[in-house]
C-alpha cells in the first residue's frame, strides 16, 4: 500500500464546515413518558383538558357559601349546619342551601352550591358536631382551587424543542399525557480499530504490544453526554476487507459512524480508502494539535468521522468537532461555556501553524496578602489568591492527560509561545469540574497514596522527585513528595516526614541468593532500574558511588556491569512486576511493595520521605487538611 500523505490540511473551520454539511439527525420518533426525560419535544404540545378538572378545596375544612361567614369573627362567629361529609377522589352527595356547610378534605371536588371553604383551624364544632362555628369571614373563591387554574384546555403547555426535565413530566401526566413525540437520539456507531486493541475483560497480552481499548468507551460516553445513542460494534483489527465489512454494517444501522485509529499516514491505515471507495472523503487531516489525520465523509447514507488513535487526541477532536454536530441533531441546547481567567504557572512553546487544543490544570495560587494577615478570604474561597494554569499533556497516547485537566486552553496557529505569567481562558470540560483542593506532585510512595486517600477532593501526579522539586520551584503546586537526598536547599516548608526502606525486589524465597548490590555487578543477573527522576534511583546511584569507592574502581564501570542499568521504570512495582513475571531476577524497589506482591527483599538501605509545601501556599486549607493529614503517618514512620 502506498503511504497517505498529509498535504493540504484544513482549518479549524472548514472541519467544521464539512461535519455540519453532514446529516445526523435521527427523525422523530414517540417515546412513553417514563422515557421522555432529556428528551427534545418536535412539537407543540396543547392542554386537552382542565388542570384541575374540577373545583376543588386547598385545605382540610368546611365548604361553604362566602355569604353566609360574612361579618362572622372570634367574637361573632357564623352558625351553620353541617350537612354532609366530601372526601378526595369522591363524588359529592351533598348540594349546598343557605346557612349550611359540608366537611371536606383537601383536594375533594367542591359540592353544588358552595363557592368558598374555610379551614378547619378557624372553626369549632358545637357539642352535638351538628353545626360548625366559623369563626372568620371569607369572599367567594377563598381557599378554593378553580377547574382549569393549573392549566386551561387549550392552553399551550410545551413548546417544541423544549428539553424535557422531571418538572415537565409532572405536567405531562397532570394532562394525561403517556407518550410523547421527540426527536429521535442519532445513532452513533463506534468502530475501534486497531490490531493491537482488546476489550476490557478481556485476557491482555503485553509481550504482544496489546493494549485495551479506551476509546471505544470514552467516546461511546462522550456520545451520549451530547445526546446521542451509541452503538458499540465488534473490534475491527487492520484487515481492509474485515474494517470495510464493519464500517458498512455500522453505515447501514446508524446515523453516524465514528471510527479511532487507521487515520495517520502509514503503510496500514486503511480507512481512508475505504471511504474513498466506498463514499465519499470530503477532508483528511486538520491544522489542529492534537488532532491532525482526522477524516471526514460520508459511507453509503451515513455520516463518518475518523477520529485519531491516541486516547487524548480522539477525546479532544471529539469534543471539539464531533459533539456540538451530535447536540445539534439531538436538538440538545449547547452547555453553559463555563470559563476560568487564570495566569500560566510556566512559559508554553509549540510548533507555529497548527491550532492547538492545550489540556490544563488549575490550582488557586495562595492566600493574599489580606487573608494571610486576617482580613479575609479572596474571591476564589479556599484562601486562595490568582488561578494558576498548568499544562498536564503527557503526550497523545497519554490516557491520564485529560483525567488530570479540568479544561482547555486553545491556541491560535500564529502563537509559538506563551510566558509565564500570561493571562489565559480555560474553557472547562464542564460546568461541574471542580479544581483541586490541594495540588501535589512528586514521588511516587505508597505511604503519601494512602494520605490522599483521606482527603476531599486531591490531585496528585506522580512525576518523581527531581521533576517534583523543579515544579516546586516554579510555583505551581502546593506541595512535593521527595524522596532520597535533596541535592540542595529548597525554599519550602516541610509538612511531613518519614522513612521507607528500600533495596532489591527478587522472587519469592530468593531462589538466586541475592545478598547486595555486589551480587548485580559481579554475577549474570537480570535487573530493573527506576527512572532518573525517582528518589530510589538517586539513592541507588549512591550505594553504587559508594561500592566504586570500596574497591577503588570507577562508578561508570560498576554501572556497565550491571544488566538493566539503564532500564528505568516509572512507577514504584513495575521493577516488581517485571521479577514476577519473569523478565528480570531483580528490581530496585520497597519492602512494602515486596511485602504486599509476596515477593522476596533484599534491603539496600532507608531513605527519607519528605513532604515540602510552597510556603505561599500554607494558608491554604487544602494544604492545611494535608499537613494534618500527615502528622498520623510521619509519627507511625519515624
Known sequence: MNRKEFRDLASPDEAREAIDSLSLEGGIERVSLEDARGRVLVARLDAELDVPGFDRASLDGYA????????????????????????????????????????ISTGAVMPDGADAMVPVERTDTDAGGDEVLVRTSVAP?????????????????????????????????????????????????????????????????????????????????????????????????????????????????????????????SAVDVIYRVIEERGELLLH?????????????????????????????????????????????AGRPEPAAATVAGR??????????????????????????????????????????????????????????LADADGVVEIGPETDYLEAGESVTVT????????????????????????????ENPRYLAVGSRPGLRRLREGVPDAAVVAGPLDRDVEADEIGRWDREWGLVVRAGNPDEIEGLEDLVDRDLRFVNRTTDSGLRSSLGGAVADLADERGTDRHELVDAIDGFDLGLRAHESPARKVIAGDADAGLGLRETADRLDLGFVPLGEQPVRVLANRDRTGKEGVRELERALEDVSSRRR
Open 64 to 103: 361553604l357559601r362566602a355569604r353566609d361567614t360574612f361579618g362572622a369573627d372570634e367574637a361573632d362567629p357564623a352558625r351553620l349546619d353541617i350537612v354532609g361529609e366530601v372526601h378526595a377522589g369522591a363524588e359529592p352527595d351533598v348540594a349546598l342551601e343557605a346557612g349550611e356547610a359540608a366537611e
Open 141 to 265: 373563591g377563598d381557599n378554593v382551587m378553580f377547574a382549569g387554574a393549573d392549566v386551561a384546555a387549550g392552553e399551550r403547555a410545551l413548546g417544541p424543542g423544549t428539553t424535557i426535565t422531571p418538572r415537565d413530566i409532572g405536567l405531562l401526566s397532570a394532562l394525561g399525557v403517556d407518550e410523547v413525540p421527540v426527536r429521535a437520539e442519532p445513532r452513533v456507531g463506534i468502530v475501534s480499530t486497531g490490531d493491537e486493541l482488546v476489550r476490557p475483560g478481556e485476557e491482555l497480552h503485553s509481550e504482544r504490544g496489546e493494549i485495551y481499548d479506551v476509546n471505544s468507551y470514552t467516546i461511546a460516553a462522550g456520545v451520549e453526554d451530547a445526546g446521542g445513542e451509541a452503538v458499540l460494534y465488534p473490534h475491527a483489527g487492520d484487515d481492509q476487507d474485515e474494517m470495510e465489512r464493519i464500517l458498512r454494517e455500522a453505515a447501514e444501522e446508524c446515523d453516524l459512524v465514528l471510527s479511532s485509529g487507521s487515520t495517520s499516514a
Open 285 to 329: 487531516g486538520v491544522s489542529i494539535k492534537p488532532g491532525k489525520p482526522m477524516l471526514i465523509g460520508r459511507l453509503d447514507d451515513s455520516a463518518y468521522v475518523g477520529l485519531p488513535g491516541y486516547p487524548v487526541s480522539a477525546m479532544m477532536v471529539f469534543r471539539t468537532f464531533v459533539a456540538p454536530a451530535i447536540r445539534e441533531a
Open 344 to 401: 500560566l504557572a510556566r512559559e508554553e512553546r509549540h510548533e507555529q501553524g497548527r491550532h492547538r487544543l492545550m489540556p490544563v490544570g488549575l490550582v488557586g495560587s495562595g492566600p493574599s496578602e489580606t487573608a494571610r494577615n486576617g482580613g479575609g478570604e479572596s474571591a476564589e474561597g479556599d484562601g486562595d489568591g490568582e488561578t494558576l494554569v498548568y499544562p498536564v499533556d503527557k503526550g497523545s497516547g497519554a490516557t491520564t492527560s
Open 428 to 455: 472547562l470540560f464542564s460546568p461541574d469540574v471542580r479544581p483541586p483542593t490541594v495540588f501535589g506532585v512528586g514521588e511516587d510512595d505508597p505511604a503519601f497514596s494512602r494520605v490522599l486517600n483521606g482527603l
